[in-house]
């Protein structure tokens, strides 16, 4: 029951969030680092990703791959966060603590989505024929 609601409130997150590059991109555009091209194409191509992974994790047959995307994802952007960390939001009132304190956020979300979405649920048992049979002994 904690992974369903888990994936639950990971994809209200992660669409929200994907939604938010379409509706505030100068946000995301401003965090960009200048050694990456194509600066608005990333921004919407990680928002079409943010939504894809967070209905992905709902559904249990896509919950693994969406999983795996979601992580990738996080990964990527994480270049643009130390970026904006180092440098700064030209003009913005956020305090610098609150950029650098998205640093580690990544990890936290990386661990949750492997929680949810990687983790198995129990030992793996191998089939009862395959095992030997002189341990009953």
Known sequence: MGKTISSWLMAVLFVTAGI???LSPKFYLSIMP???????EL???????????????????TR???????????IAVFPA????ALQGL???ALPAWI???????QFVLIGWVCWTCLARKGPVQP???????????
């Open 20 to 22: 938010n590059h379409f």
């Open 34 to 40: 200048g050694y990456l091209p194509w600066h608005q």
């Open 43 to 61: 921004v919407f191509i990680s928002g079409v990703a943010e939504i894809l992974g967070g209905i992905g994790v709902v559904f249990p047959r």
């Open 64 to 74: 693994r791959l969406a999983g795996w995307g979601l992580v990738a994802l996080l």
């Open 81 to 84: 966060n130390i970026h904006v």
């Open 90 to 92: 030209g003009g913005s």
């Open 99 to 105: 950029l650098w304190a998205r640093l580690p956020l």
């Open 127 to 137: 089939p009862m024929d395959s095992q030997d049979p002189s341990a009953d002994r």
